[in-house]
């Protein structure tokens, strides 16, 4: 009787992990088959397909940044000259699911299509479950341009560079964003240049921006606004980062008329000068600078 629960037992066991393998593999092909239709959808500039295929969190993102910049919704969505690569031309490294995400990562001549001779890099792809099936949810580019010892260990079949925390699914879905219902009134962007430190903005209590050591240019999502508008700011010091270093933080409002210059509403500084001296950046604050008739008029060339 023992040996027969025994056998029982194993069969169960082989059943289970035979199931666990068949549903991996169930779960490889219908990704692959989901970033080909987005991938269609975008070749094809078929809307109804891009909606049916990508999350909704990323509906969200990209209508409300293309709506940020007064541009139409969803024509701008087709209009990149960048090409998605095709995978089919590409090795399948790593396939991980957790809970409702997913991360599937290949290696390859990453061909966006814009000419050049692609070199070997890595393309990772998110996806998220929605409802009983599985959306695209973003494409990750990684150039291994700096690290050739990488690139040679996976052309050779090494994937220890892909047990990385940045190679797992989360296992959590990224929150949805506020939604905006149509084009801003003024478009905005914010600027941060901010060598050794991070910087994370808060903006109308709707825009989220983060930026690491960098100098970049966000559009605000939600533009600016008529009347008083607010930006939160927080600051903290990387790790091997200058404390003297300078700082800057800027909004700019962009005009639709030809010839006519941004306008800078809003700045919080600290120069090189200043830097050099006692001057430090402040943990934490709050600014805000008033949209009114007279800055109207210059955006639109009055």
């Avoid at 593999?25 to 094809?44: D, F, G, I, P």
């Avoid at 973003?138 to 690139?151: C, D, K, Q």
Wanted: charged share 25%.
């Amino acid at each position: 009787m023992k040996r027969l629960i025994l056998i029982v037992g194993v069969l169960a066991m082989a059943a289970s992990a035979h199931a666990q393998t068949l549903n991996g593999a169930e779960t490889t092909a219908e990704l692959r088959n989901v970033y080909n239709n987005w991938r269609a959808s975008m070749v094809r500039k078929d809307a109804g397909l891009w909606k049916r295929y990508t999350s909704t969190t990323k509906q969200i993102k990209v209508r409300n940044r293309i709506w940020s910049e007064r541009r139409p919704f969803p024509q701008t969505v087709f209009a990149s000259p960048i090409a998605p690569p095709d995978i089919k031309k590409l090795q399948a490294m790593r396939v991980r699911a957790q809970g409702r995400t997913a991360k599937s990562t290949y290696f390859g001549k990453v061909d966006f299509g814009i000419g050049g001779d692609p070199t070997d890099n890595l393309f990772v792809i998110s996806y998220v479950r929605e409802g009983d099936g599985w959306k695209y949810h973003g494409g990750e580019f990684v150039n291994l341009g700096a690290l050739p010892v990488v690139r040679q260990q996976l052309a050779a079949g090494n994937k220890e560079f892909l047990d990385g925390e940045d190679f797992f699914p989360s296992g959590v879905p990224e929150v949805a964003p506020f939604s905006i219902r149509g084009p801003v009134k003024y478009i905005a962007k914010a600027y941060v240049f901010c060598p050794g430190r991070e910087v994370k903005l808060l903006i109308n209590r709707k825009s989220r921006h983060t930026f690491q050591n960098t100098k970049r240019a966000d559009v605000i999502v939600g533009g600016a606004i008529d009347g008083m508008n607010e930006l939160q700011f927080s600051i903290k010091d990387l790790p091997g980062g200058d404390a003297q270093a300078p700082i800057s933080i800027r909004v700019y409002l962009m005009s639709e008329v030809n010839g006519v210059k941004p306008l800078k509403p809003l700045e919080y500084q600290i120069d090189e000068a200043q830097a050099k001296g006692e001057a430090k950046p402040k943990p934490s604050g709050t600014l805000n600078f008033n949209l009114g008739p007279e800055m109207v008029k210059k955006l639109k060339g009055r």
